[in-house]
């Protein structure tokens, strides 16, 4: 069963919502927000 989790940003109020399994731990979610955020081209 997935759930949703509402991530926002405390400084610019920057929202998202996001599906988290079970099995995920906060750090997992904040990390896909992240991830989001800045986008896969800024991987090294």
């Known amino acids: 069963m997935n759930n949703k989790a509402l991530i926002q940003c405390g400084n610019c109020e920057l929202k998202e919502e996001l599906t988290s399994t079970p ?12 991830d989001h955020f800045y986008g896969e081209s800024s991987k090294s």
């Open 23 to 34: 099995s995920d731990e906060p750090v997992d979610v904040y990390c896909k927000f992240i």
